[in-house]
């Protein structure tokens, strides 16, 4: 299997620096794809509500998405609560804006797998493991423990179902 590109690899810290230490590391990563309208608007709402009310002092929040391309990093590690939430608001507008006319978002063409991605769509859960391993193979290099909170719609057994 072709492996998921993942653009803006997270910044690895040079020996010394001590900016995570201490710190709970924290990655949202929005499996987006195929995603129903309702469901998107429950995991930024949820995304919000963490950020405004549950995140303390001792937490780095990371967001990544998935869209059917791949794993990208949209936001690296930030205590900053108005960038997070300003990211995903605007991650939220994007969703809004790829919208089907059935409710669910859609891949516009070829991807990370080259030029027949078409066949391979055929292998959704296939492609969502591949990018989930990408985003957390990026984050293995920092030292400090690191938790994934998946946000999706589950995975599909084929592209039919």
């Known amino acids: 299997m072709a492996p998921v590109t993942q653009a803006d690899p997270i910044a690895i810290p040079r020996p010394g620096d001590v900016r995570y230490r201490g710190r709970r590391l924290l990655v949202f ?33 990371a967001l990544m998405v998935f869209e059917g391309r791949g794993a990208r990093l949209r936001l690296d590690f930030t205590d900053d609560r108005a960038a997070l939430l300003g990211a995903i608001g605007q991650m939220e507008i994007e969703a809004g804006e790829r919208e089907g006319p059935l409710g669910v978002t859609w891949d516009p063409g070829g991807g990370a797998f080259g030029g027949d991605d078409e066949a391979f769509n055929l292998f959704t859960a296939d492609r969502q493991l591949a990018a989930l391993l990408t985003a957390v193979a990026g984050f293995a290099p920092l030292p400090e423990v690191k938790t994934l909170i998946y946000f999706g719609s589950g995975l599909r057994a084929n592209g039919a179902e």
């Open 29 to 61: 990563y929005l499996d987006l794809y195929g995603m129903p309208f309702f469901d998107q608007g429950r995991t930024f709402a949820a995304a919000r509500t963490f950020v405004s009310t549950r995140m303390s002092a001792a937490d780095l929040v």
